[in-house]
């Protein structure tokens, strides 16, 4: 294994294991020695990535918007769509998604600026409503990045509602449910007579996209 | 001062009190000491009061969504804007109901059932939605329980991120835009041209509420 690909590793189980303990003890009652000892790295390992509680808190803060390969769609809206119905299937399996989510909603982390996420959402989501409005997607009155913030913040909550009613058990349904609101105020009902907002539509992004990573594994390992 | 109107003042201060410590230190951290010496009471009248930290937490919890007297409207999605922004209001200028949002966010309220907020809510849109049907307001395909829910668990995600990009300073403007995308989905256009759902609606309800709190409160002294 070639040393740029351990520390990868390393890294991302430093991760995983600070995603863990945040999420079972919140921001501010985890300490660093807990994430060491689930992680089982040395300290001056975990140091090295991370020199602090907050850099650890920043890094599973970003671990739940790195751009992911949503395959290209002939209409942007149901790029849009795609992406936020993969992420709430990423937050119902991914427990690192989910640690980020959480950690971004930590109201008693003090110190910790949470802003993160909201505003690189916020950003993505906005770029495809771009993309939207140039291929005339759009309705003449949408301003893209207000739109893009009210499906942010409409996520944030319909993720924290149905995580303190029922465990994200129908995340799926109210994510759908989200979106057959919005769009109807945001884009052309040509343009929605062909989108698939189901609330399965975020696994069959999931699977897909799978079969996207590997390809680029394999062209990856055909090269090298 | 009555009996009766010393208990409901203790009762009061406590909350507040629960309300404060929760904000600042999160429920799993709190403790009923902490929230004695905020209070200032004796320990036998907190106890007499909430028996234990969960209850107390389960009375800062309802405080935010007790019924108050919304002025009646001809059009009854007039209503449920004025509720949904003046919620917003209390949130932003109310530290009780602050402190009971947030701890229907506290996801590391081990213990501590945190459902209740958004079924309350969601009972409370769901019927003014009914009446919005019941006069012929509502487009057809509107199932009331959904609407209710997505406009619940939306408003719950904008007030979170209005909180951690800038402590709220601008989430009346974003109340407002969750409002705008949301209604012309929901409400037929003849009727969305005569609602009022401007980011200052807020206060302008919380005023007129205010009149009718005094002239309440005048009644009763008149009959007393």
């Known amino acids: 294994m070639a040393k740029q690909e351990r520390a990868i590793r390393t890294r991302h189980s430093i991760l995983l294991a600070a995603a863990k303990i945040f999420e079972a003890r919140g921001y501010q009652s985890a300490t660093i020695n807990e994430i060491l000892a689930e992680a089982g790295v040395t300290k001056g390992a975990l140091y090295f990535h991370f020199p602090s509680k907050e850099h650890l808190a920043q890094g599973v803060l970003s671990a739940q918007d790195q751009s992911l390969p949503v395959p290209e769609r002939p209409a ?3 790029q849009f769509v795609d992406t936020v119905l993969l992420h709430a299937y990423r937050l119902q399996t991914d427990p690192m ?3 980020g989510v959480r950690l971004s909603l930590d109201q008693q982390a003090q110190g910790l600026d949470r802003s993160g996420p909201f505003l690189r959402w916020g950003e993505i989501v906005r770029e495809l409503l771009e993309k939207a409005e140039a291929q005339g ?3 003449p009155h949408v301003k893209t990045g207000e739109t893009a913030d009210v499906t942010v913040g409409g996520f944030a909550g319909v993720q924290a509602m149905s995580q303190a009613i ?3 058990q129908d995340l799926l349904a109210r994510t759908s449910a ?3 609101h919005l769009l109807p105020s945001v884009a052309l ?8 907002l189901t609330p399965n539509r975020g696994r069959i992004v999931f699977d897909e996209q799978g079969g996207l990573l590997a390809d680029q594994r394999q062209a990856v390992s055909v090269e090298g």
């Open 97 to 99: 998604v989910r640690a």
């Open 137 to 139: 997607e759009l309705l």
């Open 166 to 168: 029922c465990d994200y």
């Open 76 to 78: 942007k809206i149901q």
């Open 178 to 180: 989200l979106l057959r």
């Open 189 to 196: 009902s040509s343009v929605l007579t062909s989108v698939d």
